[in-house]
């Protein structure tokens, strides 16, 4: 049972584009939602977060879009740079408890 | 602060050995979790504590393997009679809570494990 549904599975994006990644929950018990940013051989490591009751965040070029009535989430690459290819994981959290479960992730190639 | 640290990064073993992996959290965290990756997937929750004592268990988590966090600071993971579907990255995770963005989770970089 997959909690945490993300697509597309790969994406290759010209550099300066702005790659989309979409993630989809069916519990609504989730308050938490992070994206991970893991480069080959390394752990994950955290890029951005964002609460139900926020419906966009922005840190730097990445940007959190969060709708909470479709229960759909999304991560945003501004100016990308081939520095950003890696895999995109997002995440979530129930209210209740301390684990994050993650989706399957996104590979994502930035062409020069 | 160094971060989550785990050792050994690489083991190979054959089928049927006992491996151990260590953890050593960022210090003064006092969650610690254990999470299992397969190539091209992302990461499956494991177990985690709280302390010294460990509060959750996944399905995923058999007979064969038993983690341990005796003193509430590092944790060890010791999988028993290893298969080959044992084969995946080990890691390790830590958080404080109340921090920042809601216990933000910090992982280390893995243990690889392959199973031959």
């Known amino acids: 049972q997959q909690q945490v549904k993300q697509s597309p599975q790969s994406l290759i994006v010209q550099k300066g584009g702005i790659p989309i990644i979409n993630c989809a929950y069916e519990?609504?018990?989730?308050?938490?939602f992070p994206w991970y940013q893991q480069f080959p051989g390394k752990g994950p490591a955290l890029l951005i977060a964002?609460?139900?009751?926020?419906s966009e965040k922005k840190e730097g070029r990445f940007t959190i879009s969060f709708n909470k009535s479709a229960k759909q989430f999304s991560l945003h690459i501004m100016d990308s740079q081939p520095g950003d290819s890696a895999t995109y994981f997002c995440a979530a959290r129930y209210s209740s408890a301390s684990k994050i479960i993650f989706g399957s992730g996104t590979r994502l190639s930035i062409r020069p | 602060d160094t971060g989550v640290s785990q050792d050994p990064r690489h083991k190979i073993t054959k089928r049927g050995q006992n491996v151990t992996f260590r953890c050593d959290p960022i210090s003064e965290h006092n969650r610690l979790y254990w999470y299992r990756q397969t190539l091209g997937q992302g990461p499956e929750f494991l177990t985690y504590f709280q302390n010294e004592a460990q509060l959750e268990k996944s399905r995923l988590l058999s007979d064969r393997f038993s983690a341990e966090r005796p003193k509430g600071s590092f944790s060890t993971l010791e999988i028993q009679r290893t298969e080959q579907g044992d084969s995946a990255m080990y890691l390790c995770a830590s958080s404080f809570p109340g921090e920042g963005s809601g216990n933000t989770i910090y992982f280390g970089e893995g243990s690889w494990l392959t199973v031959v």
């Open positions: 964002i609460r139900p009751d926020v």
């Open positions: 519990n609504t018990a989730f308050d938490y």
